[in-house]
């Protein structure tokens, strides 16, 4: 096919393409020297298509794509080091993604106006790339891999994150890198009851439902979801409809690779190490077997017992000279380990804790921790504690997005925003914390979708839920949904239901075809559970639906029958989680209102408006350093107060009650007339004062006599002379006071002398709307 480069890609019998027109997909070779290009797209059900192109970029990575919808572009490159890495029980692959304001053909807003670190947006889409790949990458392959998603245009309709799964799959399959893809991911939206594949971004925000999936011929790779209280037989449903349209965007992939790709590098097999697993077995599978049927030890105890039997067998082996390299051991032995504990799971059918497969550990809770906070909560779930706490504050410290989100018109900001901590201490480890990690950014994205749903859209407050993990072996993220409901609750939010998540594991037997043969679900997996399963399925929401669900796999991919087992099995579990939880707390709690914020909202006349704001805002910055009150101004003449309590409100009302009655003015009559006294006269009008607690007033020309003048002076007037003028009362949109001599050359009245008169103070009237957290009888 012309466009196809030389050398190095491996060539193969295509049928001709005049055969390929019955199928969703075309490919067509770009004739434009010097680039040798590709195309093919794929176009699904919908009627949207993603078009994928090689040849042109990047030539000298190992693979690399570009994947486009619309005017959206992302290239993705795939690189290898040549030597394999040292880790020993994980494949070292580094995903990256970048999204650039000049993509969107505008300049970063930034000081130094160039991208600087990685936005929680760009960390999350590496994230679904990278959970979509590595299943797939082989075992026994250790050399690290490198993955950027590079953007190259975006239009702000259509989102990069689906595009940089299916370029990044492309680019492997493409590429010499040893992978058993390709895999092809889509986005999954709901309007009404209509289910909408890669959905725009105006349609996802009108959508119940944000589900991608990532998928290979009849297998699911990965999952990730969030769901407005959705029915389980819909998210299963919503699975199957995008595997369906999975297999279109496959095939295209599967054809430029057949014409473009690569031979795939040879990994040479590790004899030594099959045979040290041997070894193992017949010397130490009893003394492992009596630690994991221990049921006693916990966690530590479990992890020191399995670390002292390793040393144990490292000195053994060294002493019989059986083997010299303490690395080759320790892969041995984790293999060893890894086998030994998953066959005792499907012989006896009891996992390491003494628990059968559907058990969930033993779970306590608690709330109100300490009296100041406005909502707290501590969860426990077998040795995985999480410590949730509440903080509600004004509309304006809702969590505004990221620079691209901005540029390209998306939501501005979220005013429920959940941070997640994992300190070194959970695990007991000793750890230099710099920074937010990759980990938690995740972690706390997935609990904040859990509970998303059931947060009254329209609260008053914003609402800053912190999840702090003081123990952990396993599910934390789904313990941070569990204890963020207790603390929600606590804090008297009315929340539409409670919600709890949990995580299913799973264990399998393959043949050697990969098939699987024999499967168990484990239901609140430990971490030891996580770490040598082959999956790790969480799933949030209430007792009748799901908010969010997130599935990793160990294998490659899940068949949709046993994933609809785990769906069933977390989905009984967390109703079975949130009976436990509703015997602590079950509604919204009544606080004391001394202590909880409030929002009140107050008019002040248009006219009085710079009295209460001062030069540049001056008194309203003076007042929050005060008292905490933090006014802001909504529209026109309507303000709003946020007091962290009622005591600083109140404070807050008297400083500018007392700053509001020291500028007090006399009330005038509408229609009557005044003497003011002229103070400068300008060449349109004069500048005169009605009253010494009033602000200089300008009268125009048109307003001081029936004739022109082309000059104020040309009226006879001169500075310090008084005069009578006609009031009108204030200036509905500017507030300015108006006054006319010009009306009384045709009328005449009683005359009111005020200019060298003082008057008391008047009582400014305040009416306030307050909002507060809601009571026990509101709800």
């Known amino acids: 096919m012309a466009g196809i480069l030389r050398g190095t890609f491996r060539r193969s019998k295509l049928e001709p393409l005049t055969n390929l027109t ?4 075309t490919i067509s070779a770009i004739q434009c020297s010097p680039f040798n290009e590709v195309q093919a797209t794929a176009t699904l059900s919908s009627g949207k298509s993603i078009k994928f192109s090689c040849g042109k970029y990047a030539k000298m990575a190992n693979g690399a794509a570009v994947a486009q919808s619309g005017e959206t572009a992302v290239m993705v490159t795939a690189v290898r080091k040549d030597s394999p890495s040292s880790h020993d029980s994980f494949m070292p ?12 053909g505008r300049i970063p807003t930034n000081y130094l106006r160039r991208e600087l670190g990685h936005s929680e947006r760009e960390i999350l889409t590496a994230r679904l790339t990278d959970r979509s790949i590595r299943p797939l990458f082989p075992k026994n392959y250790f050399s690290e891999v490198q993955i950027i998603s590079n953007m190259l245009s975006a239009d702000g309709t259509n989102d990069p994150e689906i595009l940089c799964i299916n370029a990044a799959s492309m680019a492997l399959a493409l590429s010499d890198i040893p992978w058993d893809g390709p895999v092809a991911a ?13 959905p725009t971004r105006q349609e996802l925000q009108n959508s119940s439902m944000n589900l991608v999936v990532t998928g290979m011929k009849s297998k699911v790779v990965m999952l990730e979801g969030s769901f407005n209280d959705l029915n389980a037989n819909i998210v299963m449903h919503s699975i199957k409809a995008g595997l369906k349209e999975i297999q279109k965007i496959i095939s295209v992939i599967q054809e430029l690779v057949v014409n473009c790709g690569k031979a ?5 097999e590790d004899s030594m190490h099959q045979e040290l697993v041997e070894y193992l077995v017949s010397h130490h599978l009893e003394d492992l077997k009596q630690i994991l049927t221990d049921f006693s030890l916990n966690k530590q105890s479990r992890d020191q017992a399995v670390s002292s039997l390793r040393q144990k067998i490292i000195n053994e082996m060294k002493s019989k000279g059986v083997i010299h390299d303490d690395i080759n051991i320790r892969k041995a032995f984790s293999v060893f380990l890894q086998d030994v504990f998953r066959n005792l799971i499907f012989k006896t059918g009891i996992r390491c804790d003494g628990r059968g497969l559907n058990d969930v550990r033993d779970i306590s809770c608690e709330v109100n921790l300490y009296k100041p906070l406005h909502g707290s909560a501590l969860f426990q779930r ?9 903080a509600l504050d004004s509309p304006q410290s809702a969590v505004k997005t990221d620079s691209y989100t901005i540029l390209t018109s998306g939501p501005k900001e979220k005013s429920f925003f959940l941070n997640y ?9 000793v750890s230099l914390k710099k920074g937010v990690s990759r980990r938690e950014i995740g972690h706390g994205a997935l609990a904040e979708k859990g509970l998303r749903p059931v947060v009254p859209p329209n609260y008053p407050f914003c609402i800053r839920l912190t999840s702090e993990v003081l123990e952990s072996n396993g599910s934390s993220s789904m313990a941070s949904v569990c204890g963020g409901t207790l603390a929600l609750l606590d804090a008297g939010v009315p929340i539409s239901a409670m919600a709890a998540g949990v995580a299913v594991g799973l264990i399998t037997r393959c043949d050697s075809d990969g098939k699987i043969t024999d499967y168990r679900l484990l239901t609140d997996i430990l971490g030891m559970e996580d770490y040598f399963g082959d999956m790790d399925f969480k799933i949030a929401g209430t007792k009748s639906g799901i908010t969010a669900l997130q599935a990793d796999f160990k294998i490659s991919g899940l068949p949709l029958d046993i994933l609809n087992q785990a769906i069933t099995a977390g989905h009984t579990a967390k109703r079975n989680i949130i009976n436990i939880m509703s015997q602590t707390i079950s509604k919204p709690s009544v606080k004391d209102e001394d202590n909880m914020p409030i929002l009140e909202t107050f008019e002040v006349p248009l006219h009085k408006r710079n009295k209460l704001l001062g030069p540049a805002w001056i008194n309203v910055k003076k007042l929050f350093l005060e008292t905490g009150v933090q006014i802001t101004h909504l529209e026109d003449t309507k303000f709003s107060a946020f007091a962290p309590n009622a005591s600083a409100m109140q404070e807050a009302y008297e400083i500018v009650q007392k700053l509001m009655d020291s500028s007090s003015e006399p009330e005038f009559e509408f229609g009557a007339i005044y003497v003011v006294k002229i103070l400068e006269l300008k060449e349109s009008g004069a500048i005169v004062s009605l009253h010494p607690d009033l602000n200089p007033i300008y009268i125009n020309n048109s307003h001081l006599d029936v004739r022109k003048a082309a000059h104020s002076s040309a009226l006879g007037l001169s500075v310090g002379d008084k005069i009578s003028v006609k009031y009108f009362g204030r200036d509905p949109v500017s507030g300015q006071v108006r006054l006319s001599r010009r009306a009384l050359q045709e009328s005449s009245g009683r005359v009111v002398d005020l200019v060298d008169k003082t008057s008391s103070p008047t009582q400014i009237t305040r009416e306030k709307l307050t909002t507060k957290a809601p009571t026990e009888d509101q709800n």
């Open 22 to 25: 019955s199928r969703a997909l």
């Open 93 to 104: 692959l580094n995903v990256e993604f970048r999204m650039k304001a000049a993509a969107a």
């Open 186 to 198: 889509v986005r999954i939206g709901m309007l009404g009851d209509d289910l909408v594949i890669n």
């Open 264 to 268: 795939k590098q040879e990994i040479p």
């Open 382 to 390: 077998g040795q995985t504690q999480v410590l949730c706490t509440v």
């Open 421 to 429: 901590e994992f300190p070194g201490y959970a695990t007991n480890e």
